[in-house]
């Protein structure tokens, strides 16, 4: 029988911020397909959950305690983590958080608010990444080349949205450096891109439903007219970390049900001439 091509048995996965929403959505996505699992997230319990439920997948999976914004964290997370799995195939950089800046104003924003976002958001993708990186190099330069860093972004590196500005440039400079990565390593194999969420509905809202206003608000202009869950991204997650994306670099990838190429006035049916 053919091998599937999407098949990651043997291979290890990274997940940063996996505990829950879109983390959990590519973690499960890629151990329905044989990935091994580690889950970095700051809260134990949340931890704990995602592990047994990966591991109810019929997979390794591990979770760890782990500040991304602290590099020696990051550092002693990757050195426990080859210990237990013994490779690294694939890295999600997902941990993040929103901006918290509550001015609304660029110009009024706090600057101690712009630093520690940037610390984990920019920062922290940047080590895990980076760390990452090297685990995979390493391996390449021991004759078994590969490898695949993925970073999850956001629509605000296409679309100004204001009061954000601190969460928009860590989302578009980190995609920068992905493309940089991309430059560096594909002689090693090693494959970099960003995946660009829409308005995904996760636990962190609180449970809301298809029939709360502000879901129906993005529904009516998404071209696919419904909001995201953290489901629509097991298959990205699980074509980045396998051989079938063994051509794909440097790309930022839209899941959104096409609300970026959704011009405003095609809402209102308005003829664009």
């Known amino acids: 029988m053919a091998k599937d091509m999407f098949d990651l048995t043997g291979k290890v996965t990274l ?18 397909k044989g990935s091994a ?8 319990e949340k931890n704990a959950a995602a592990r047994a439920e990966l591991e109810s997948l019929g997979v390794k999976a591990t979770a760890h305690e782990v500040d991304v914004g602290e590099r020696e964290q990051v550092l002693a997370g990757y050195e426990r983590l080859l210990a237990d799995h013994g490779r690294i195939d694939c890295v999600f950089a997902n941990a993040g958080r929103p901006s918290r800046n509550m001015t609304g104003s660029t ?3 706090d600057v101690a608010e712009w630093h520690d976002l940037l610390s984990v958001s920019l920062h922290g993708a940047f080590y895990t990444l980076q760390e990452g990186a ?3 190099v390493k391996r390449a330069e021991a004759g078994e080349p590969g490898g695949s860093l993925v970073f ?13 500005s601190n969460y928009a440039a860590a989302k578009g400079g980190m995609a920068a450096v992905i493309r940089t990565m991309a430059a560096e390593l594909g002689k090693y194999r090693i494959r970099a891109n960003t995946i660009a969420p829409g308005f995904i509905i996760t636990g962190a809202m609180g449970g809301i ?19 995201g869950y953290p489901e629509d991204f097991e298959g990205i997650a699980a074509y ?5 994306s063994s051509f794909h670099t440097g790309d930022t990838i839209t899941i959104d049900g096409g609300s970026v190429i959704y011009p405003p006035y095609a809402l209102s049916g308005m003829d664009a001439g």
Not at 15 to 32: D, E, Q, Y
Not at 37 to 44: D, K, P, Q, S
């Open 15 to 32: 997940v940063t911020g996996g505990n829950s929403g879109l983390g959990l959505g590519f973690a499960r996505g890629v151990a329905k």
């Open 107 to 109: 110009i009024a924003m």
């Open 209 to 227: 439903g298809d029939d709360h206003p502000i879901v129906k608000f993005f529904a009516s202009k998404t071209p696919v007219p419904r909001a």
């Open 134 to 136: 090297r685990a995979m």
């Open 37 to 44: 699992v580690e889950i970095w997230g700051r809260n134990a």
């Open 152 to 164: 999850c972004g956001s629509l605000s590196m296409f679309h100004g949205v204001a009061g954000i």
């Open 240 to 244: 980045l970390c396998s051989d079938a």
